[in-house]
């Protein structure tokens, strides 16, 4: 990964630490992007101090929130010339339903529409830095639904945690197929990853209750380093420098769920998401 510039979300912990420490280790240069700076801070440093490396950047940014979200992305194209791999990786779950200050349920839009909305205001950069990757971490929980709730897409009627954490889910598989059949030929390839079941800092902003029920149930996950080795292998391998739209666990190729592959929900959440990010008013098409 010498000379090639990255761009990790969610990486003070579990998968996204693990995942930018390997890559710092492999000679990247790195962007964090991160919502706690005393939490960042840290990480930069570990990161520095298990690597050697002196390449790693903090871009400090709370990806529930939109605006948030476009600083983040004009202080990243700032700082980098180039842009070669973009891994889309911070997630959360809520046991409550909440919503951020956009008025958007919150686990939809931190773990959807972040997604959507930093791939496309990083996305010239990526095209200008090709062969480039975007690598979208998402899960099999995307089997816990059978499409995407758009009379309800918020879930304000019926919020039940995991369902709406598996509709997120299968929200980043729609958006990384349509994705790569809109950069076909650019030399930018988007794919989504499935981690396993990992010990990871997720869920645990859930209370007393949740977080103990986390730590009992650590010791049957597997490590965040081997949880991120899906992410690794489809962000570097060279191997996969052409292989674009597919979904991957445990280093291989595999089928994702019917719901995932319907190319007029795929449409329609594209334009939805584009219509609540501001991306289809003029000046920020959505258009790949």
């Known amino acids: 990964m010498k000379g090639k510039t990255c761009i990790v979300t969610g990486a003070t912990s579990g998968i996204g630490r693990s995942t930018a420490i390997a890559l710092a280790r492999g000679g990247a240069e790195l962007g964090l992007v991160c919502r706690d700076p005393a939490r960042a801070e840290a990480t930069m440093r570990a990161i520095r101090d298990e690597t050697g490396s002196t390449a790693v950047e903090v871009f400090l940014g709370d990806l529930a929130s939109q605006a948030a979200i476009r600083h983040v992305a004009d202080a990243i194209l700032a700082r980098y010339p180039r842009i070669h791999l973009l891994v889309n990786n911070a997630g959360i779950v809520n046991l409550q339903r909440q919503t951020t200050e956009d008025g958007i349920e919150s686990v939809f839009a931190v773990n959807h529409l972040a997604y959507f909305l930093l791939t496309h205001l990083l996305l010239e950069r990526l095209r200008e830095s090709a062969p480039s990757r975007v690598v979208n971490v998402g899960s099999d929980a995307h089997k816990f639904v059978k499409g995407i709730n758009f009379d309800d897409i918020g879930f ?95 280093r291989r190729e595999t089928r994702s769920s019917a719901a995932s592959h319907d190319r007029d929900a795929a449409q329609r959440l594209w334009d939805l998401s584009a219509n609540l990010t501001g991306l289809d008013q003029p000046g920020h098409g959505a258009h790949a």
């Not at 709406?164 to 598989?173: I, P, Q, R």
Request: proline fraction near 4%; aromatic fraction near 10%; charged fraction near 15%.
């Open 156 to 250: 304000g009627e019926a919020y039940k945690s995991m369902r709406v954490y598996g509709h997120s889910k299968l929200a980043n598989l729609l958006f990384t197929f349509e994705l790569a059949r809109r950069l076909d030929g650019s030399g930018v390839t988007a794919n989504c990853v499935h981690p396993g079941a990992v010990a990871t800092g997720l869920g645990k902003n859930n209370g007393t209750i949740a977080t103990l029920l986390i730590r009992t149930l650590a010791p049957f996950f597997r490590t965040p380093d081997k949880g991120a080795a899906t992410t690794l292998y489809v962000a570097t391998s060279p191997a996969l420098e052409n292989v674009t739209g597919c979904y991957f666990a445990n």
